[in-house]
């Protein structure tokens, strides 16, 4: 999934399996099992057809995003102590720093060097 510009939307691109499956697991009682089955569908189509490695880290900011969604849900209805918000920014921080470190490193499969021209 490597632009022109040399931009990798991979790791966004697993997220979206990743949100879908946990809020269908979160709201499985309401309108979580049309979700669930979405996310898996696609998560089915990203393992086959999608980047992998480490792209794929995506999938656990995905779930942090959901776990960001139900902390503001919980701070809409007036519940200040509910500890979503940490969890998902723990999750969003470590995965996409562990996606960072990987591939945009220097020296990392996949980096694309700057050439001077000369």
């Given at each position: 999934?490597?632009?022109?510009?040399?931009?990798?939307?991979?790791?966004?691109?697993w997220?979206?399996?990743?949100?879908l499956?946990s809020?269908?697991?979160?709201?499985?009682?309401?309108?979580?099992?049309?979700?669930?089955?979405?996310?898996l569908?696609?998560?089915?189509?990203?393992?086959?057809?999608?980047?992998?490695?480490p792209?794929?880290l995506?999938l656990?900011?995905g779930?942090g995003?959901?776990?960001?969604?139900?902390a503001?849900?919980?701070?809409?209805?007036?519940?200040?102590?509910?500890?979503?918000?940490?969890?998902?920014?723990?999750?969003?921080?470590?995965?996409?720093g562990?996606?960072?470190?990987?591939?945009?490193?220097?020296?990392?499969a996949?980096?694309?060097?700057?050439?001077?021209?000369?």
């Amino acid at each position: 999934m490597e632009h022109e510009r040399g931009y990798d939307f991979g790791f966004f691109a697993w997220t979206v399996p990743g949100f879908l499956v946990s809020v269908g697991v979160i709201a499985a009682l309401s309108v979580g099992p049309p979700l669930f089955l979405l996310g898996l569908v696609l998560l089915v189509y990203m393992q086959v057809r999608g980047p992998t490695w480490p792209a794929d880290l995506g999938l656990i900011a995905g779930i942090g995003v959901s776990f960001l969604l139900l902390a503001t849900l919980a701070a809409l209805d007036g519940d200040r102590h509910a500890p979503w918000s940490a969890i998902g920014l723990a999750l969003v921080a470590v995965s996409a720093g562990a996606f960072w470190w990987l591939r945009c490193r220097r020296g990392a499969a996949g980096h694309r060097r700057a050439t001077s021209g000369r």
